[in-house]
């Protein structure tokens, strides 16, 4: 099983990253896919996650309105588009995996997204 996040970097307050994450070694299409995030000293979080057709999803609060997820079933990948970025939003962002129906969940080694100035 792999689960690969890609995208990070380090951006300017106001300014957009995308992150992907490819999967591999599972059924993809029946895991809800989620991203997840942990800032330095703080609990990991819950950011977005969708469902396993992409017709909902969900965010934490601080993210509506400027993060997008999106999934495409036929290349295995979850994105998630980070817009009006703000120094709050650095942390190590992680992709996780999870089937509720076999409770069973995958996570990837997470990237770093830095928003500063």
């Known amino acids: 099983v792999q689960v690969a996040e890609s995208g990070g970097g380090l951006v300017q307050p106001g300014g957009s990253l995308r992150l992907s994450c490819v999967v591999s070694g599972f059924t993809f299409s029946r895991y809800e896919m989620r991203w997840h995030r942990q800032a330095p000293g703080k609990e990991r979080e819950l950011v977005a996650g969708i469902t396993l057709s992409g017709g909902d999803w969900y965010y934490l609060d601080s993210v509506k309105g400027r993060f997008t997820v999106s999934r495409d079933n036929e290349k295995n990948t979850v994105y998630l588009q980070m817009n009006s970025l703000k120094p709050e939003d650095t942390a190590v962002y992680y992709c996780?995996?999870?089937?509720?129906?076999?409770?069973?969940?995958?996570w990837g080694q997470g990237t770093q997204v830095t928003v500063a100035s």
């Open positions: 996780h995996a999870w089937n509720s129906n076999i409770q069973r969940n995958y």
